[in-house]
């Protein structure tokens, strides 16, 4: 059977987990011999990396859900590359391609959904026309499922990152001029309501006076302000970092108070240079993190026991190095070759169906 021909669409504006996830994808299928097209927004961070990869690209407005210009548009590109899937990366694309895509059965729509909010207009959108939803965590699979969507159409596959890359590890002790003695908690991520960056403030208020002294702070992902204090807790705000890879590999815990998510491919990243997270149970996150062996999960919205777990790893190196290990273990559970073999098997199924 010949491999069909793939077009991605994405509407992000910004680089963050869904982005990197198509950037992963569109790539690794590339190198197993599928033709790819990225189609996301003029200026978009995907496009970008997409150019600079040499994946091909192709730039559509993608305003609103029901963009009848952008559905057109894209029709005609799928005509034009010939594709046999048009995989919808965001709800925003799964609208516009499931407009465009109107009478064109021998282009199969796959949507992938990435959050574990329940979707909105399931009849209009997710009884019809979709040829196969992927989930990137079982919990977003149950969501799904109780808004309406049929299980037997949704594969769970689960976000992949590729094995870290360290050129220059970054040591925030010494670039900071922190004592030894400190232990760096870091928070990666987009610093959203969501990712929980409110709770910070208060975990670091609430933790006992020696561990409050050690604790130093690194906000990755951030504004990037520089020299910070978190309730009182010195701290270095990075804003984005390019080389991700080295500055978490210098973080001793992660902290990831996030009140919803889809899987968590930072704490995947984190896990897999050896930094344990520290993580309410919520969303797909149970599913990454075994607690107690590869990091320390807590009760949803339980600030009192994140503050106890967080006690825990700063003041206990031998507790540290053990989850450090266990992280690096199971984060080989969560590679991208994973992600992208599974991926094409919902592809080829999709089109022999």
Request: glycine content about 12%.
């Amino acid at each position: 059977m010949d491999l069909p021909r793939i077009i991605h669409v994405d509407s992000g504006r910004s680089w963050r987990g869904g982005q990197r996830q198509v950037f992963l994808l569109a790539t690794g299928l590339r190198d197993l011999g599928y033709r790819t097209l990225i189609v996301a927004p003029t200026g978009s961070p995907l496009i970008r990396k997409a150019d600079q990869a040499g994946l091909p690209t192709y730039r559509l407005t993608l305003r609103g859900e029901w963009d009848i210009r952008s559905a057109r548009e894209l029709r005609a590109v799928a005509s034009e590359w010939n594709a046999g899937i048009v995989h919808a990366h965001d709800a925003r694309s799964h609208s516009i391609a499931r407009i465009g895509l109107i009478g064109k059965r021998k282009t199969r729509l796959i949507v992938t959904r990435r959050v574990v909010f329940p979707p909105k207009q399931v009849r209009l959108k997710y009884r019809h026309g979709v040829d196969a939803f992927i989930a990137i965590s079982q919990a977003v699979k149950t969501v799904m499922v109780k808004a309406g969507v049929p299980a037997d159409r949704i594969e769970v596959v689960y976000s992949g990152v590729p094995a870290p890359q360290v050129k220059r590890p970054r040591n925030w002790r010494r670039e900071r001029g922190w004592p030894a003695s400190t232990v760096i908690c870091g928070i990666v991520g987009a610093m959203t309501q969501e990712k929980g960056l409110d709770m910070v403030a208060g975990i670091a208020r609430r933790l006992p006076g020696e561990l409050f002294r050690r604790t130093r702070l690194v906000l990755l992902g951030g504004k990037g302000k520089g020299g910070t204090t978190v309730s009182g807790v010195e701290g270095f705000d990075a804003g984005f970092v390019e080389e991700i890879h080295d500055a978490v590999s210098g973080l001793d815990v992660l902290w990831h108070p996030a009140r919803s998510e889809g899987l968590g491919t930072s704490v995947i990243d984190a896990m897999a240079l050896g930094v344990p997270p520290i993580a309410f149970a919520v969303g797909g996150l149970p599913e990454v993190i075994e607690d107690g062996k590869s990091g320390l999960l807590v009760p949803a919205g339980d600030l009192t026991a994140f503050v106890r777990a967080a006690a825990a790893l700063i003041s206990d190196d031998g507790l540290r190095a053990m989850l450090a290990e266990g992280a690096r273990q199971r984060a080989r559970e969560f590679d991208s070759l994973r992600m992208i073999e599974r991926t094409a098997e919902v592809y080829n199924r999709a089109i022999v169906g």
